[in-house]
């Protein structure tokens, strides 16, 4: 629980950091996060800078269940993960997807539509039409998923999705939260239901993130049926256990993600996945592969198409059982200091973390209803 931590200490031991991506993603060109240790290991805070407090806060409580809690009991030793493709031009494809591994090991890959800042919609389309063709063409044993961040309209997404079901054929998976919003996403499900849009004779699957993880409540998407399965970031839903519980309560399938995490908030992510009963997905677990720089000598960086659950070994005996509990690996001081921000930058982290903390303190966050 978050209140074991004592606030100067978590204070006193974070660090700053700015990690240069390789591709930007999310608008975001520099991922700044905090890192802070306590008594079970090492924890992120790295809400993006436009958050609020009441938001930051789940990201906060996050944290410091990894650094003063801890992760848990592994049920896995790997996790299959999704290689991410950001809105890059068709010619950039390649590249992106080798960071992921061989491309031939690559079991899914989750690309960006939607791009805000195109000049039009018809233009935004084309070039997530070439995008979607251009990884099917490249990793054609891959399954392939969408995510548009809530930035279509409904006529907008009802096309845009037409066409990109078309375009990635029989192993398109689902289109992430194609429509903003919980209700949009309700009506979206049937609209496409009433056009036919299907992948392999079966109705397009629709996966919930932001209608999750920016919810007051995160099971209102399972109880209007909004959505096939729900997108799940350890960060914004305030933790693993958390995460877990709504995952459960939900009934739906579940896909873990990262928040674009340093490879110590990754750590969190696996946890979670290997915690879940259920893995029917590949993970969006990659993403240290879009970071130029990380905290660790060894980044989580996905090779065969799949990451190791940190901290996880193989069990004495019987050779498929997993032992050991879930560590998030630990940064080294070198390169934090490397990539340290400058000093009224990290003062700014630090009063965020104060305001988080703040809000946390001050709320019954997470009533019985709200889980
Ligand atoms: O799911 C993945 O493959 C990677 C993670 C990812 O896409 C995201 C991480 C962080 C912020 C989000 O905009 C984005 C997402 O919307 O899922
Ligand atoms: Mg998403």
């Known amino acids: 629980m978050w209140q074991q931590a004592d606030l100067d200490d978590v204070i006193s031991s974070a660090w700053a950091v700015g990690l240069p ?22 924890g992120e805070f790295a809400p993006f800078p436009e958050y609020g407090s009441q938001e930051a806060a789940a990201w906060l409580e996050a944290g410091l269940e990894a650094a003063w809690t ?14 991410t493709m950001p809105a890059v031009g068709p010619e950039q494809v390649e590249q992106v997807l080798r960071r992921f591994g061989d491309p031939e090991t690559i079991p899914a890959v989750k690309v960006k539509v939607a791009e805000p800042g195109v000049d039009s919609a018809d233009e935004s389309l084309a070039q997530d039409v070439a995008r979607v063709r251009e990884v099917r063409r490249l990793v054609p044993q891959a399954g392939l ?97 958390r995460a877990l519980r709504i995952v459960e309560e939900s009934g739906l399938d579940a896909v873990v993600s990262s928040a674009l995490d340093t490879s110590v908030g990754l750590a969190a992510g696996l946890a979670l996945a290997t915690r879940l009963p259920e893995l029917p997905y590949a993970c969006g677990l ?48 070198a390169r934090l200091k490397d990539h ?28 019985p209803a709200r889980i």
């Open 21 to 42: 991506m390789r591709t930007r993603f999310r608008g975001v060109t520099l991922r700044e996060a905090v890192l802070f240790e306590g008594p079970a290991g090492w």
């Open 286 to 333: 990659g993403t240290a592969a879009l970071l130029a720089e990380d905290v660790v000598d060894q980044p989580l960086i996905p090779a065969g198409g799949v990451l190791p659950v940190p901290g996880v070994g193989a069990g004495e005996g019987a050779a498929r059982q997993v032992a050991g509990k879930i560590a998030a690996p630990s940064p080294s001081s």
């Open 340 to 367: 340290r921000l400058p000093a009224e930058r990290e003062a700014w982290w630090k009063d965020r973390i104060r305001e988080a903390h703040h809000a946390l303190s001050s709320e019954d966050r997470w009533g």
């Open 70 to 83: 801890g992760l848990g009991q592994p049920l896995r030793r790997e996790i299959p993960v999704n290689a």
């Open 145 to 241: 998923r969408v995510d548009a961040n809530g930035g279509w309209t409904q006529p907008q997404a009802l096309r845009a999705l037409d066409a990109l079901a078309e375009a990635a054929g029989e192993r398109f998976e689902y289109a992430e939260q194609p429509v903003a919003g919980v209700e949009p996403l309700a009506q979206l499900r049937e609209e496409l239901d009433r056009h036919g849009v299907t992948v392999a004779g079966q109705p397009l699957r629709i996966a919930a993130d932001e209608a999750v993880r920016k919810a007051e409540d995160p099971l209102r998407v399972a109880r209007l049926g909004a959505a096939d399965l729900i997108v799940v970031k350890v960060p914004p839903l305030g933790g693993v256990a």
